[in-house]
């Protein structure tokens, strides 16, 4: 494979970033009914309700979020490509960025998967979809840390890169430190049904998602630069 090939494959998997973005917002938390999403206080029969209202989108936002989620595969890949440029030999944190963002997809798809099956047979018990319901939460809300991890190896990396042209600003290392960090509430969603720690709470949800995806959105952003820029030298070069 030439350099060129190389360079579109790679700027095809830095835009799979901002893809994913979009239709993880879109239909796993809008047509997926988790903006907001249920608050774990709800009995039974009232979540089974919720899934008979929304039936129809529930279905569609989280079978086409199982499908789209596969686009964070790609874009994790190359980040640990851009990793290994800066750590030479010693790439240890950019297999630990690798697995840590497979792994978050797995964790993603579990808990879409679980929430799929609830509303497969909407006619069947209440406390059946209630408890799919909970396992879907629960899978995606206490294991947090393979997703931390990705962060943290990726932070500790660009602090690192001694480079003069970056692929992070310090700051932005920083930055994903704290937002890996941010997940920690989530710990709580195992036992509290109600308030800010509770799977629908402040600091449980809105908080860690939000800088779950700012994050993501920052490092695309860097991401999608770099290969621009090593593409534009690559036309540029002598011969090319």
Known sequence: MNQRTGLNYELVSAWCGPVFLVTFVIFGGGLGQNLP???????????????????????????????????YLPWTSLLSMQMERIEGSYTVLSKLQLLGGGLTVMVVSFSAMFWVVAGFRPEQSPEVIQMLTDVGWLCIDLQYACT?????????????????????????CFLTIWCGISFIPASLTGVLKAGPFAWNGLLSYYI???????WYSIASYFMLKDVYRRKVLVIEAPGA
């Open 37 to 71: 999403n249920p608050a774990p206080s709800l009995t039974a029969v009232e979540l089974a309700d919720r899934y008979a209202e929304n039936l129809e989108m529930i279905r569609l936002g989280f079978i086409i979020s199982l499908i789209t989620v596969v686009l």
């Open 148 to 172: 931390t991890l990705q962060m943290f190896a990726a932070a500790f990396v660009g602090l690192s890169d001694t480079r003069e042209i970056k692929l992070f600003p310090r700051w932005v």
């Open 208 to 214: 860690p998602y939000a800088c779950w995806l700012g």
